[in-house]
């Protein structure tokens, strides 16, 4: 089956007066039709940047897709002109985003905005694309979604506007839905809420689930598919049972054992990653994660491991498995 | 909503009557002595110190400053606002009379000022550090630092000697003869109008460059929407609220540069009025007149500000 | 029946707190403001901290965890209860009374880098404390004194000279952990200090703040979000929903068998890095979101969402009841 989303060699750069960053490092990795593929990675990693560059939302400038391709049901996302790329986003892709506090216009109504995308992209009338929108914010939970649609965003909590940004992402169907970090910003009992509940819609709608997150808990319980980033690259990309039961890389062994569980019977001493985060303008000239690596070898310092497969479906960038 | 509206007028009341208490008492303390403009300075020396008295007490100067405080609010507030020194007519006549003319040159700099600025916005901001937005940017610095009445003089020298502008002497109101009462109000307005464009470029530019990097905004862009759709739909009328805040603030330059830019054109408005008010120490003209821009200021900035809250959800319906 | 926890006087408590209240004014009103009403951010928290104790604080946004945390520092006033530090009760004592109790209580925050001058030197931003309370000493021994407080925290004495932004947030949080610290404090009141941290940063901290408690004997507040990480912390941990602590209990103890509903919804909500057992595991979520804190409290606050809610839920509050010290629970489950 051919995959619904195939990245390529994404490279992403970010222009400064400090100089020149790369937060996406030459990604690639692919999803498949109605999969959820979890992106993880700690603050710097491009888990975010990649989400974005994916639907060329990059502000430029200072930022710019360099190279790579972005194959969506085998068009490339990043040679198309301007007219075909707004007729991808929100309508074949749906985009969630973190702060549900500031992504809705708070200058208009909640059932515009719903809307928008049904006109936009459907050529419905207002009137249509309003009574659609009801429907959705009913399947979204949002209770009373009649008199809600006149509501604007700063009557609603930070729960019920990430529903409304799934029932605006999800308006016309899309085939892909990415979620930035859609409840970093939410409290447990919500963001449970909220992830089950995209987790459904998605099902529903039979669209496929790109989930950046940082929380690996979040990743166990909703993703079928992980790719680990650090400092802008993958590092690890494996099917979620297979990275949680045999994590590859020392990276993603070393995040497993840093996450405070709840479950675990004695509250033992956490086990951090040692050293600093990567600084993304000065990472050292071999692997960028070599300087805080319980297991580096004189090598990393000096090459830069790519990724590359070492069982089915399981692919990690590290020496010890090259 | 309501009591923030209640909230607004009451402190804007408040205002009108602090502002009329300040002027009053500069009015009082500037040195100059009002007789010495009626009599001239020989009638001044000739004067006696009866006479002297009894001009004083026929003008009502000398009664206690409360007395002549309270008399000059209730000529307010009957609509007369007190008779000139030298002319016959009431100052409220006089504003009757001349105050049209004013208040269109303000209306027009103002609606020009945003006709002008908010696209000279719109480049700069689309297409940054283009062609077209360092010539806007020049345009607009060139525009704050010089004064408005040296661009009015450049402006009618130049009529004069290409198009042999003669611009009318007297008021024609508007709905007699357009035309005539145009060439009388436009030149005024475009040379305040241009000042203000400069001010309201700057600041739409600013805002606009803040609220494109919304996230709301990304979202807009997320869903779709065309460019327009996006600037025109999204960001424009969120970043519009503080350029009309500033719009409010500006009439301040308007009303303050009517005086020297109507003298420049000779135009027959209130601004003329109060320059030649002050040169001839008409200390009633000019203590109604200021009054009068005051109380344009404040209750025009009292309309701006219920505006802003009433085109901000989050305040409407609170 | 068992008598509340707080009535047990206990010499080794470093501190007491008992009923606190913190309601914050909501005024209305054209011209003159008046009261219309009130945000019950904390209503009526009691609990003891033994010297040498670790208590976790945990709930959501608005259950009032912070708010407790700043009322305990003196840093919001409160409106009702009493706080004893030390033995001494501080509830009416002024920003002058507080000042030399500062040295001994201490706070460290959630945004190290809001709380950190960015136009001061490390050196300085530690230093400032000993300077405020005149307790500098000479010129070196400030400087021993400043080195000794980085080195505990993991900072290289090297880095004094550098500005808070040329530190990650992992290390501008070591550096307001220094900056408490230098002081010498008995109690320390952290909000949330790791919850903007990555998780292997987090880790670090974390372990930080274990090693200095057994190393110093301090005592901490540690106030979180998340159950997971005040949990490799606390000894007790007492869990916060609407502004009232509705369990408190021993940490194992709360892990192994949570009593409250609100912490079995609380815990459920918290996926488990672990996909096979996420499968198998039975997903309970809590619907709604708190209600607000300004609405009049009928029944027991958490009724609405509770799957367990009895017809005596909407309309008697439970309190909380249990065995002092040990554990607490506010619900008509376990009356």
């Known amino acids: 089956m051919p995959a619904l989303l195939e990245v390529r060699g994404l490279t992403t750069r970010f222009r400064s007066s400090g100089g020149t960053v790369t937060a996406v490092d030459d990604v690639s990795f692919d999803v498949a039709q109605g999969e959820t593929l979890a992106i993880v990675g700690e603050s710097g990693s491009g888990k975010s940047v990649t989400a974005l560059s994916i639907l060329r939302l990059i502000p430029t400038p200072p930022g710019r897709i360099e190279a790579g391709q972005v194959l969506f049901e085998g068009q490339d996302l990043l040679t198309l002109d301007d007219a075909g790329i707004r007729a991808i986003r929100g309508s074949r892709i749906g985009m969630i985003f973190q702060e549900p506090m500031s992504s809705l216009n708070p200058a208009l109504t909640i059932g515009l905005q719903v809307a928008e995308p049904i006109v936009e992209h459907r050529g419905a009338t207002w009137r249509d694309a309003l009574t659609r929108a009801r429907g959705l914010l009913d399947r979204v939970r949002i209770p009373d979604a009649a008199q809600r649609l006149a509501a604007y965003p700063h009557q609603f909590s930070g729960g019920m506007r990430q529903r409304v940004m799934i029932a605006m992402a999800q308006a016309c169907e899309p085939t892909l839905t990415i979620a930035d970090e859609p409840t970093t910003a939410l409290d447990v009992t919500v963001q449970a809420q909220i992830l089950d509940l995209l987790k459904t819609r998605s099902e529903e709608t039979g669209s496929a689930l790109v989930l950046i997150t940082h929380d690996l808990g979040v990743v166990a319980r909703y993703a079928s598919r992980v790719a680990v980033m650090y400092a802008g690259r993958i590092v690890e990309i494996a099917p979620a049972r297979r990275l949680y039961r045999t994590p590859q890389h020392p990276y993603t062994r070393g995040l497993m054992q840093s996450v405070p569980r709840l479950d675990s019977d004695t509250a033992e001493r956490l086990v951090p990653i040692e050293g600093q985060p990567p600084d993304l303008g000065r990472l050292p000239q071999g692997c960028a994660f070599a300087p805080r690596c319980r297991v580096v070898m004189p090598r990393c310092r000096t090459e830069r491991p790519v990724l590359a497969q070492i069982a089915d479906n399981h692919a990690a960038a590290c020496f010890h498995h090259a | ?318 | 029946m068992q008598p509340p926890a707080s009535t047990m006087p206990d010499a080794d408590d470093i501190l007491r707190v008992e009923d606190l209240k913190v309601h914050f004014p909501i005024t209305r009103g054209a011209v003159f403001r008046r009261q219309a009403g009130a945000v019950r951010a904390v209503d009526g928290v009691t609990f003891t901290l033994a010297r040498g104790e670790t208590l976790g604080v945990v709930g959501e946004s608005g259950c009032g965890k912070s708010t407790t945390g700043l009322a305990i520092a003196r840093m919001v006033t409160p409106t009702a209860g009493r706080i004893a530090f030390e033995g001494v009760d501080i509830t009416d004592f002024d920003q002058d009374h507080m000042r030399p109790l500062r040295r001994r209580m201490q706070m460290v925050y959630q945004d190290p880098y809001g709380s950190l001058n960015p136009r001061m030197k490390v050196r300085d931003i530690i230093a400032e404390p000993l300077e405020v309370h005149g307790i500098a000493g000479g010129r070196a021994a400030l400087k021993e004194r400043i080195a000794a407080s980085m080195a505990m925290t993991g900072l290289a004495p090297a880095m004094a000279d550098r500005y808070p932004h040329e530190f990650s947030g992992g290390q501008r949080q070591r550096i307001g952990i220094a900056r408490a610290l230098v002081l010498e404090p008995s109690l320390v009141i952290c909000d949330e200090p790791v919850s903007a941290l990555d998780v292997s940063i987090q880790a670090q901290i974390v372990n930080l703040f274990v090693d200095l408690r057994d190393r110093l004997g301090l005592s901490y507040i540690f106030i979180a979000h998340d159950l997971a990480v005040v949990r490799h912390i606390s000894h007790r941990i007492a869990v916060m929903y609407l502004g009232r602590i509705v369990e408190i209990a021993r940490r194992d103890d709360l892990y192994r068998d949570p009593l409250h509903p609100y912490t079995k919804a609380l815990m459920a909500a918290i996926p488990i890095p672990d996909p096979e057992l996420e499968a198998t595991r039975p997903r309970q979520i809590v619907q709604g979101e708190p209600p607000s804190a300004t609405g009049p409290r009928v029944g027991c606050a958490f009724h609405r969402r509770c799957p367990a809610a009895m017809p005596r839920c909407a309309q008697e509050d439970p309190v909380l009841m249990g065995t002092p010290g040990e554990r607490a629970v506010a619900c008509h489950l376990h009356d």
């Not at chain 2, 803040?210 to 929407?225: N, P, S």
């Open chain 2, 1 to 318: 909503m309501y009591a923030y509206i209640a909230r607004r007028i009451v402190f804007g009341l408040l205002t009108v009557i602090g502002v009329s208490i300040v002027i009053f008492v500069v009015m009082r303390v500037l040195p100059g002595d009002p007789l010495l403009a009626v009599l001239g300075p020989e009638g001044l020396q000739k004067l006696s110190d009866a006479d002297r008295a009894k001009y004083m007490a026929d003008l009502g100067l000398s009664d206690p400053l409360i007395v002549q405080y309270l008399r000059w609010m209730r000529d307010v507030a009957s609509g007369t606002f007190g008779t000139s020194f030298f002319r016959s007519e009431s100052v409220a006549d006089m504003i009757v009379r001349r105050g049209p003319l004013t208040a269109e040159i303000a209306l027009f700099s103002v609606v020009l000022s945003w006709i002008v600025g908010i696209p000279v916005a719109l480049i700069s901001v689309l297409r940054p550090n283009s062609f077209g937005d360092t010539i806007a940017r020049f345009l607009s610095i060139l525009f704050l630092a010089v004064p408005g009445f040296w661009v009015g003089m450049l402006i009618i020298l130049a009529m004069l000697f290409w198009f042999g502008y003669r611009p009318p002497l007297t008021n024609i109101p508007f709905w007699e003869d357009p035309w005539s009462n145009l060439q009388i109000v436009l030149p005024p307005a475009i040379v305040l109008g241009l000042g203000q464009a400069a001010y309201i470029a700057r600041m739409a530019r600013s805002s606009l460059l803040e609220v494109i990097r919304e996230d709301y905004v990304r979202t807009a862009r997320a869903k779709g929407l065309s460019g327009r759709l996006v600037v025109g739909l999204h960001a424009l009328p969120n970043a519009m609220l503080p350029v009309i805040t500033l719009s409010g603030i500006l009439m301040g330059f308007v009303l303050a540069g009517s005086v020297p830019v109507e003298r420049a054109f000779a135009t027959p408005g209130l601004g003329y009025a109060m320059f030649i008010a002050v040169n001839e120490r008409d200390i009633f003209v000019v203590q109604n007149l200021v009054f009068l821009y005051a109380s344009v200021f404040v209750v025009l900035n009292i309309l701006i500000d219920l505006t802003t809250a009433w085109l901000d959800p989050r305040i409407r319906l609170q």
